[in-house]
């Protein structure tokens, strides 16, 4: 119970940040003079961020759409790293576009402030309720992190990935950022261990943090425990996923402590999962079915919420390339091999096997280059499509007997981002094509355009939301000045409670989806860092010098 007395002083303190109405960052840099170490005292006065984040917060920005400040309060914020406030700083100071600084203020720090459930260090002692099933008594070791994807406590293994990587390029210089990205590895891999075909979790066990449910009672083969998975549907990019926030990490900080027994065996339990995910649905010799170890049924009136055939969904061939029974939007597979979940574990292979080689595990190294390989071929082989009008292009989905879908949608992995992702530069003449493809109605059935906002949606949320993502990306894998700047002003313009939607109605502006939902703020922050980085000039104004925010200082 918090005491009347706490209560005023966190009210106090939201007064204080709002008080100051000048430049777009002098509340937050006044506000973490306060209290802090008040914080668990003032937790249970916290507002509720879903609520927070829906109504507007003085003081407003400066610009023509006087965006407001949705930062919580510094005694409610869940972690804070002095680099990251020094980041917002050198950033939004810089920035001639007042709106889009005031975006930035808020998305760039969204992840620390408001998704970081449960926290502990690299020496904290946990308590186990229980022993591991494999008999391995060290899991849940070191330090661990629970990173919640917004407004839905549970984390999504792709969607905390994505959250933290706006922050991997500060991990050398901030010791807290790198034990929080050290904790969300070591979380991962009991993840993947214990249920390498879920998706989505609840908090770990030495959290004592209460599970969810998420109300469908699905019916899903191999069976997983409620209380330690929030849902499980396989989505090959979750994989995928976990092997980046490793390799990520590694990249910017030498840093090899992730490598533990426990992320081995989470290794291998991975490669399990794509040794038989790439098994054809008929034994090509004999003919005879054989079952998939997967199966995922759900009661739904909705048909992307399930697989078709009992729960096995459509038939694939041996290609080389990986099943992937969902796609990163949760939506089903039409044709079970999605092209980019299978370009971007390609890459995260191939950066684990380079890794691997430099610890010295030259034949695990070997294994996971391999079958990196292999999927490349996969994908030159049976995803490279002729396009009657743009040439050579790559396919969403295929099945490997020659059926393909031509289209996008906005979550990542998609092929608009295969750039971002690594698998192709993006002056790639099939990815070029592919880019002018999806990029309008006629080419991609989910570009949807309208009176107040136009992009690439996708089946999960409907016919006429497209999502800010897509004109992230967009910008991200473009060089076009004008281009770049119509994506972002398309969102700013769409952004009015200063925070950025998971998807927006093409005619009606205010009607979206979510006001809070960290992952899009995470695309948003990572858009804007690598055009400070790339191109200064259309942020900061003319002639102005490149800035990149692994050089960021205290």
């Known amino acids: 119970m918090v005491s009347i007395s706490s209560w005023l002083m966190l009210v106090g303190a939201v007064h204080y940040c709002t008080a100051f109405k000048g430049n777009a960052h002098d509340a937050p840099k006044q506000a973490l003079m306060g209290p802090s170490h008040d914080k668990e005292r003032f937790k249970g006065a916290c507002p509720a961020y879903q609520n927070y984040a829906s109504i507007s917060h003085p003081p407003l920005s400066r610009g023509p759409l006087a965006l407001p400040y949705q930062r919580p309060a510094p005694q409610c914020r869940t972690f804070t790293s002095p680099l990251v406030e020094r980041v917002i700083e050198d950033v939004t100071s810089r920035m001639t576009d007042l709106d889009l600084a005031r975006i930035f203020e808020n998305a760039f720090p969204n992840t620390l402030d408001t998704t970081i459930s449960w926290h502990v260090g690299e020496t904290t002692k946990h308590k186990k309720k229980h022993a591991h099933p494999r008999g391995d008594d060290s899991s849940w070791s070191g330090a661990q992190s629970f990173i919640v994807t917004g407004d839905i406590t549970a984390e999504w293994l792709r969607d905390s990935t994505n959250q933290l990587q706006a922050y991997q390029a500060l991990a050398p210089k901030d010791s807290a950022i790198a034990n929080l990205i050290l904790g969300a590895i070591n979380t991962q891999v009991e993840y993947v261990i214990k249920a390498p075909y879920c998706n989505a979790f609840q908090p770990p066990p030495p959290s004592n943090l209460p599970p969810t449910s998420n109300g469908q009672g699905d019916t899903v083969h191999p069976a997983y425990e409620p209380n330690f998975v929030f849902e499980c549907k396989y989505e090959l990019d979750s994989l995928a996923h976990f092997l980046k926030l490793g390799n990520e990490y590694y990249a910017h900080t030498g840093n090899t402590d992730f490598l533990t027994n426990r992320w081995y065996l989470a290794l291998d339990t991975l490669r399990g999962v794509l040794l038989e995910q790439s098994k054809p649905t008929f034994n090509d010799t004999t003919g005879r079915y054989r079952s998939n170890e997967f199966l995922f ?76 390989a292999a999927i490349q071929d996969g994908i030159s082989e049976y995803a490279v499509v002729n396009h009657k009008k743009h040439g050579d292009v790559y396919a969403f989905e295929v099945d490997g007997y020659g059926s393909h879908i031509i289209m996008d949608d906005a979550n990542l992995p998609s092929l608009l981002s295969l750039p971002l992702l690594g698998f192709v530069g993006s002056e790639d003449p099939i990815y070029q094509n592919t880019r002018k493809m999806i990029l309008q109605k006629a080419g991609n059935p989910y570009y949807l355009t309208g009176e107040d906002f136009s992009g690439i949606g996708g089946p999960h949320i409907g016919l006429q939301y497209a999502w800010p993502m897509s004109l992230l990306v967009q910008a991200m894998t473009s060089d076009d000045d004008e281009e770049i700047m119509q994506s972002m002003v398309a969102v700013r313009n769409n952004s009015k409670l200063g925070l950025v939607h998971e998807s927006i109605h093409v005619d009606m502006g205010s009607d979206f989806t979510r006001s809070w939902f960290a992952w899009a703020n995470s695309v948003f922050a990572q858009a804007i860092l690598s055009l400070a980085e790339r191109k200064p000039h259309l942020l900061f104004g003319v002639d102005a010098k490149s800035y990149r925010v692994a050089d960021s200082k205290i």
Do not use: C, W
Not at 312 to 322: M, Q
Not at 341 to 367: F, P
């Open 297 to 372: 049924q759900r009661h739904t009136n909705t048909g992307t919420e399930t697989l078709n055939l009992r729960g096995l969904g459509n038939p694939i061939r041996e290609t080389g390339l990986v099943r992937s029974a969902f796609r990163p939007s949760d939506d089903a597979t039409i044709l079970p091999f999605f092209i980019p979940a299978n370009a971007m574990m390609a890459v995260e292979l191939r950066r684990a096997s380079a890794m691997l080689k430099r610890q010295g595990k030259r034949s695990l190294a070997e294994a996971l280059s391999d079958y990196s």
